[in-house]
């Protein structure tokens, strides 16, 4: 099936400081990806709707310029958490919709997330 | 609003019993439903939908979902549980009339199944 490959797994960095973390589809064009944050034992939230080429669709409550997302090409998604604090130390999961397929319901793919520690 | 409910935190069966884990819905238009489940520390796994059709859906693993329109429930079950089926199981819902591609997810059932 379709592979959605988040890089790095887990990701420690110092508060002040950004971290990056990619989302590619490894077998499939994606012009849109989905960017969610998942705190213990809770939900998946919606952060952001990453388009090819534009900008993103950031979700209510979400800070821009804290969460930067580019999506420079059909296959790669990034997120950049600015300046992090402990706060923000999360999972964070993407999801890549495949563009050839049709509406067909199960078109998107999540990957196997990022753990991200802010110290 | 679009909206999903799990109603239990945590499901406790033992293995080789049926187990149901809940959930109910609430959207504009026709539901797109799913069911996830998820391991420790990784990402979601797809279990199987429903977006039309037949209201028993079958899924990964012997899993099987049933569509209840009246209720607006997408109960996910399995006949005979396994020790290897306990994760966290989370439902979905797409709304195709207000945003096709946005997810919305339950919190999340945690399904221990005992030896």
């Known amino acids: 099936g379709a592979v959605v490959s988040q890089h790095p797994s887990r990701v420690i960095c110092k508060s002040g400081t950004s971290v990056k973390i990619e989302c590619r589809s490894l077998?499939?064009?994606?012009?849109?990806m989905f960017w969610y944050r998942q705190f213990p034992k809770q939900s998946l939230m919606l952060m952001a709707t990453?388009?090819?080429?534009?900008?993103?669709?950031?979700e209510q409550g979400v800070e821009k310029d804290k969460f930067l997302i580019n999506h420079a090409s059909l296959t790669l998604s990034t997120l950049t958490v600015t300046s992090a604090h402990p706060e923000d130390s999360s999972f964070y999961i993407c999801?890549?919709?495949?563009?050839?397929?049709?509406?067909?319901?199960?078109?998107?793919?999540f990957g196997e997330g990022s753990w991200l520690t802010v110290v | 609003a679009q909206s999903v409910a799990q109603p239990e935190d945590q499901v406790n069966v033992a293995e080789g019993n049926p187990l149901t884990v809940k959930c109910t819905y609430s959207?504009?238009?026709?539901?797109?439903l799913f069911w996830y489940v998820q391991y420790p520390n990784r990402g979601l796994q797809f279990l199987l939908k429903?977006?039309?059709?037949?209201?028993l859906v079958k899924g990964s693993y012997g899993f099987e979902a049933e569509f209840n329109k009246s209720q607006t429930s997408f109960h996910l079950k399995k006949p005979s549980a396994l020790v290897s089926d306990s994760a966290l199981y989370f439902c979905?819902?797409?709304?195709?009339?207000?945003?096709?591609?946005?997810?919305?997810f339950g919190s999340g059932t945690k399904l221990n199944v005992k030896p």
């Open positions: 990453s388009n090819e080429g534009s900008k993103a669709t950031y």
């Open positions: 979905a819902v797409r709304d195709p009339l207000y945003n096709f591609n946005k997810f919305y």
């Open positions: 429903y977006i039309t059709g037949d209201n």
């Open positions: 959207v504009s238009g026709n539901p797109y």
């Open positions: 999801s890549a919709r495949d563009s050839s397929v049709g509406f067909s319901g199960n078109t998107i793919y």
């Open positions: 077998d499939f064009q994606a012009t849109t």
